[in-house]
């Protein structure tokens, strides 16, 4: 049972590009009175998603309610990083009623909802739900879903098969962790796709779980928050393929390109696609000024879907230098990603 002492917190997991910040944005839009504040943890050299919230416009959501973590794994860091941010938003004067937290598409959730158990923090906070967003249309195309009797038939015939793949491990951590399960993007899915993919994902769920199918990650808010799982109490139930205390992003790397002024954003558009083509690039993401707009060009790709959009006007004495964040695989194929974004 949940202690009401407790101010509850929600960790949002989920794949590169699966929905977590749009879903965080959307709670803190319809917040319907609550105080809300949100930790925005980041994979890669530079912030996107805090500032990405920042900039949206919440009414009621100031810079003091995002706190942004970046350059890694808050679980790596829990003593230097996430218990002293967590800490100075519990001593406000006026402390969130709940907080959000978005972590990294790369992360792990289960050594974070471990985390909670630390004693500067677990008599003061609790672990509310852990949501896990998924990119639909990315399982429906058999994205991080490897086949275990295809893989067999494969290590048979073939020692030299690399049978590892990090990325469906981590995929599986994230929904073994969940409390519920957003099937995001499902306004791009056909039933049968919706059912298939359902069905995909309670197999591999040891206990029953709710799947919600959500567009553009809109979803009520209460029924995202008020879940009062205590998942820091219920480690046992979510299974994990990593070793206790095994939670740092070994295979995955990450660099930040310098972007100038671009003629369009198709233009830029289509540099982002080629380098996204590279070997081993998982996602490419951050903000570009374009020639004769007064707006900040948001872009973001996975895979070789690229969404853009202007998000907000560049400030008075902002640096209008642009930068891209690309996440890949361990080794990829930086070269050809410089030349490719470079035009």
């Known amino acids: 049972m949940t202690d009401l002492t407790k101010i509850p917190c929600t960790i949002v997991t989920g794949f590169l590009g699966a929905g977590k910040t749009t879903l965080v944005r959307n709670l803190l839009q319809n917040a319907q009175g609550r105080r809300l504040a949100v930790l925005v943890n980041e994979f890669g050299d530079i912030g996107f998603d805090g500032s990405f919230i920042e900039g949206c416009g919440i009414s009621g959501c100031t810079e003091d309610d995002i706190v942004e973590l970046p350059n890694g794994c808050i679980c790596c860091t829990v003593a230097d990083d996430f218990v002293p941010a967590l800490t100075k938003l519990l001593d406000r004067p006026n402390p969130p009623e709940h907080i959000l937290i978005e972590t990294s598409g790369l992360a792990l959730p289960k050594p974070l909802v471990t985390a909670f158990n630390w004693p500067a923090i677990r008599s003061r906070v609790t672990v509310d739900g852990v949501i896990a967003v998924v990119d639909g249309p990315a399982l429906a195309a058999g994205f991080f879903a490897d086949d275990p009797e295809a893989l067999a038939v494969q290590r048979g015939a073939d020692n030299s098969v690399d049978h590892d793949n990090p990325l469906e491990e981590v995929f599986e951590d994230q929904l073994l962790c969940a409390d519920m399960i957003l099937l995001n993007k499902s306004d791009l899915m056909t039933a049968d796709d919706k059912a298939r993919v359902k069905a995909d ?72 696609g080629k380098a996204a083509d590279a070997d081993g690039v998982l996602r490419i993401k951050g903000f570009v000024p374009v020639e004769g707009r007064p707006m900040r060009l948001v872009v973001q790709g996975v895979g070789r879907r690229i969404a853009h959009h202007y998000d907000r006007p560049w400030t008075n004495g902002e640096d209008r230098q642009g930068r891209l964040v690309v996440i890949g695989l361990k080794g990829f194929d930086r070269a050809s990603v410089e030349a490719a974004l470079a035009g």
């Open 201 to 272: 994902i309670a197999a591999h769920l040891p206990r029953s779980v709710k799947i919600i199918e959500t567009d553009h990650s809109f979803v009520d808010t209460a029924l995202i928050l008020g879940l009062k799982a205590a998942a820091e109490g219920d480690l046992a139930a979510r299974p994990s393929h990593h070793d206790e205390g095994e939670h740092d992003h070994d295979d995955f790397e990450s660099i930040a390109i310098p972007v100038g002024i671009v003629s369009s954003a198709e233009a830029l558009a289509s540099r982002v």
